[in-house]
């Protein structure tokens, strides 16, 4: 729960720093470890972000996304999650792997369609 409070301030801060600032909603952190915020300036930026204690050990889930134009005119926009799973970004301008050429991918089909030997344990 520090580690909400902390994130808020500094937040907080970093908005509070910026000039042309048109939203600035904060809520929390609140009794159960939840909080949200959302900002946006004149420039463009905006990123928004909801937090809450999940689990029967309770542990911080983050949501959010962020938006801006980089240098190039491109806008930016990532939506991520971060949990006991890490951090996990989404967005058009990510690089994503290539596809598995389709025979390996046969071949990956063909093993998973065995049964499990008495080796495999």
């Known amino acids: 729960m520090h580690a909400v409070g902390f994130l808020t ?3 907080l801060g970093l908005c509070r720093c ?3 600032i048109v939203r600035n909603d ?3 952190p609140n009794e159960d470890g939840s909080y949200k915020f959302a900002y946006q300036t004149q420039g463009g930026i905006y990123h928004e972000q909801r937090g809450s204690l ?3 050990e309770p ?3 983050v949501e959010g996304q962020y938006q801006y134009t980089a240098p190039d005119g491109q806008v930016i926009n990532v939506i991520y999650r971060a ?3 890490g951090f996990q970004a989404t967005g058009d301008h990510l690089p994503t792997p290539p596809p598995i050429p389709p025979a390996i991918q046969r071949a ?3 093993l998973n369609s065995l049964p499990p030997s008495q080796n495999d344990y």
């Open 9 to 11: 301030l500094v937040l």
């Open 18 to 20: 910026q000039e042309g």
């Open 26 to 28: 904060f809520e929390g």
């Open 54 to 56: 999940q689990g029967q």
């Open 59 to 61: 542990a911080l889930v």
């Open 83 to 85: 949990d006991e799973n």
């Open 108 to 110: 990956l089909d063909y």
